[in-house]
């Protein structure tokens, strides 16, 4: 309390000087402590409204349950068949989940011709 009284020109016996630089300081201070709360406010109601993203799958079962499409390239033609053929269960829905997508030229051309 004494602090605040001090800035204030108020606190002790010894005044300080009235010139407008003292207000100027004590303004800018309250201005920044105003600032800093808003921001922390803002941020805090954010990061409390917003929904958690999903969890990353980390193994081969929470990534069947997880997506609904695994994309590969031409080339992955070859690991869809491997998986397909496998004898585990959950080797074979992943290689369900398995969509082989077109060569990269070809994908191109098409994106050209169709615009």
């Not at 201070?29 to 808003?38: A, I, P």
């Not at 998986?83 to 994908?107: H, M, Q, R, W």
Request: aromatic share 10%; charged share 20%.
């Amino acid at each position: 309390m004494e602090t605040v009284g001090c800035l204030l020109g108020q606190g002790f016996l010894i005044r300080l000087s009235s010139s407008s630089s003292n207000y100027t300081l004590l303004a800018c201070w309250l201005m920044f402590g105003l600032l800093l709360s808003t921001v922390y406010r803002g941020s805090l109601i954010a990061s409390l409204t917003l929904p958690r993203p999903p969890t990353r799958p980390e193994t081969v079962e929470e990534l069947v349950r997880a997506v609904e499409r695994v994309t590969y390239e031409s080339y992955g033609s070859s690991h869809k068949t491997f998986f397909c053929n496998s004898e585990s269960p959950t080797f074979k829905a992943l290689g369900e989940l398995i969509y082989v997508g077109v060569k990269v030229v070809d994908g191109l051309r098409a994106a050209l011709q169709k615009k």
